[in-house]
């Protein structure tokens, strides 16, 4: 019996749909299995070149770099700094050092990382980059560590210089962690020490310190109040403000507020008084991204570097002997 010209046409049209069902299916399979393929592959210990890097806000999920332990030895009179962190388990982490690449290192199943590396008269900047596969973009770091020596020469005073070089780790809009200071303490008024205020182009200021008695901390600026913040776990505190002071000097005063019953509150008022000078912006900022400068004074240090896509942010680091 002959089939109809019009139920042929159908026949056709339907074998034809069925031919690029299979054929769509395939293709994605193949898709599919090459990029299974490329993730298990993964970055190798070879060079990484020509990656984008992106903050890491724009890779949700994905743990960034951190510095987490950071030590400075001498071995057979070399110093050397220790540097050991955290990120995405079974990723690379490139390290820079004021912005050329020094070193990368694979992270464990723990997503543990460490690295050596010498040091010498010139300052360290080092930042990290992780990248968890070849293809993918790296994540950089918001966090830098620092390590500036101590200056040499008949214009600077050395006396209260007690280790080789300042070593902090500092982020934008974050406190910094002093992990050496060339004073080898911080301004203390029994259980209470200021140790670094940092503040940035736009007037924004933390003030950084510790206690051994739980409370609060009072801030003023030429005795006047401008705040207070409470005292966190393992005694650690940060007073974060925007636009606090204009531009000039001024002494900033941190006052102790013990807990009421709080063991081993002090008898008397607990107070630490340190000389501020808040700076106006660096000459051409946005133009010199990384751009770096240490005012070395006695009984402080005043880095300031530019950022990243613009403004800046200066650290001021203060001697024990500083408490006015």
């Not at 340190?274 to 400068?293: K, Y």
């Amino acid at each position: 019996m002959q089939i109809p010209a019009k139920e042929r046409l159908k026949r056709r049209q339907r074998k034809r749909l069925i031919w690029i069902a299979i054929a769509g299916i395939a293709l994605a399979a193949i898709l599919l299995l090459a990029i299974q393929i490329s993730g298990a592959l993964g970055p190798d210990s070879g060079e990484i070149v020509d990656n984008p890097v992106t903050s890491q806000t724009e890779r949700i999920g994905v743990r960034p770099a951190s510095f987490r332990q950071i030590s400075e030895f001498r071995e057979n009179g070399v110093a050397r700094l220790r540097v050991a962190g955290e990120a995405e388990p079974g990723s690379v982490v490139v390290i820079t050092n004021r912005g050329e690449r020094l070193r990368q290192v694979r992270t464990n199943e723990l997503g543990q990382w460490g690295l050596t590396v010498n040091v010498g008269a010139e300052p360290v900047v080092l930042e990290a980059q992780l990248y968890t596969t070849e293809d993918a973009p790296g994540i950089r770091s918001e966090e830098a560590v620092f390590r500036l020596p101590v200056p040499t020469g008949d214009d600077v005073a050395t006396a209260n210089f007690i280790t080789p070089a300042l070593i902090m780790v500092t982020a934008p809009g974050s406190p910094t962690r002093i992990i050496q200071s060339p004073f080898g303490g911080a301004p203390t008024s029994g259980p209470l020490s200021l140790s670094v205020i940092d503040y940035d182009d736009a007037g924004g200021v933390i003030i950084t310190g510790t206690s051994s008695v739980p409370g609060r901390v009072r801030f003023y600026a030429q005795n006047n109040v401008i705040g207070e913040t409470g005292i966190g776990v393992g005694g650690r505190w940060n007073y974060i403000a925007g636009r606090m002071l204009p531009r000039g000097q001024w002494e900033i005063r941190a006052e102790l507020i013990p807990a009421v019953g709080a063991p081993d509150a002090p008898l008397e008022t607990a107070s630490v008084s340190v000389p501020f000078a808040l700076l106006p912006p660096l000459r051409n900022a946005d133009d010199e991204s990384g751009a770096l400068s240490v005012n070395f004074q006695p009984l402080y240090w005043q880095v300031r570097r530019t950022l990243i896509g613009g403004g800046g942010q200066s650290t001021v680091v203060f001697s024990p002997d500083a408490t006015e």
